[in-house]
């Protein structure tokens, strides 16, 4: 220092800079509120939007720019932004297209967040949301209006499991000039790959499969234009989304195990699938990978994996009772939302209350198979079965 300072000002200000040529595999945690600059011109220079310079932190530090590159990398996109969450990731989608006036198309088989979100957007900000048959297809066309904004794709839908035609929904949707965004969380971005089917913007809840340990909160954007990417940086400036900089770090420290662990997700789901399908308790098993889920020659065409979540209907003569004391009898599973953890999970869904046309007669329970010995998971199974007829 130029002059001497008191012992609390060098608790703040300090001379020392760690030697350069230090080397690591992990990425450096880089905490910051404020980003200092060497001089009021490069302080006026820099521009927060093109990332090619550090601002503030809610816009980024090396940590979050890592992270966001990656994951562009692993859906074969050019732009991505972070959110604190897979839900603020898709609001944040909504308010970077949508205004009032607007319409927005939804698929009835959405992630129930982002279906009170719609409602949200049409009782409060006058932007109308209307739920489409997610196996509609090319007919997409007919839901179509003149103020059709955007139009939102869950492949597969996170609770009933049916595989929509994601390029047929596109195709139509490019001919009207309306943009389509999709929740790909469930193939963690590495099963579909929605920009090549032609999908417009890709949405991941990172709390799952990329962070993998039911631990982290965090969502992402990416998009392959970058006038796209431009008004979702706006919507993500205005809205103030940062995240940590520890938990983007917790995410790029699981990226390089996540096919591993997606590979091994969906193996031990395909042998669970496949035994429940001899049960007599179950009437369906909705996996996207077995020939009679709906959907299931768009998954076929479209994908390359299935990961670990899928869901199964119980036969009629069960009652609620009966499948949630069945839910309560489990030891390994336990009973939670979310998924792509290691711990496997079990919910109950009352599917009439969350869709009008629903018209399965069974109870519907969904199942996120972790990494446990799939025989241990059965065996888990069996023991709740029995408990059905008690």
Known sequence: MTQKASPQTKLIHSDYQAPDGFAAFPMAIHHASSVLFENVAAMRARNWQDKSAYTYGLHGTPTTFTLEARLAEVEGGQYCVLAPSGLAAIAMVDFAFLKTGDDVLIPDNVYGPNRELGSWLKQSFGITA???DP???ERIAECILPNT????????????MEVPDVPAICKVAREKNVLTAIDNTWSAGIAFK????GVDISVQALTKYQSGSSDVLMGAVITREKKLSQKID?????????V?????????????????????HDKAARVLANWLKTRPEISKVLHPALPDCPGHGHWKRDFIGAGGLFSVLFDSRFSEEQTDRFVDSLKLFKIGYSWGGVNSLCVPYRMRGMRQDWNEAGQLVRLNIGLEDPMDLIADLEQAFDTLSI
């Not at 904004?149 to 009933?160: F, N, T």
């Not at 929605?194 to 089917?197: L, N, Q």
């Not at 706006?234 to 940062?242: D, K, W």
Request: charged share 20%; no cysteine; hydrophobic share 50%.
């Open 130 to 132: 209307r739920f489409y």
């Open 135 to 137: 196996l509609i297809g």
């Open 149 to 160: 904004r955007l139009i939102w794709i869950e492949a597969p839908g996170s609770i009933s």
């Open 194 to 197: 929605a920009f090549d089917h």
């Open 234 to 242: 706006i919507a993500h400036m205005r809205l103030g989304l940062g």
């Open 244 to 264: 940590g900089a520890d938990d983007a770090y917790l995410v790029l420290r699981s990226l390089p195990t996540l096919r591993l662990r997606f590979d091994a």
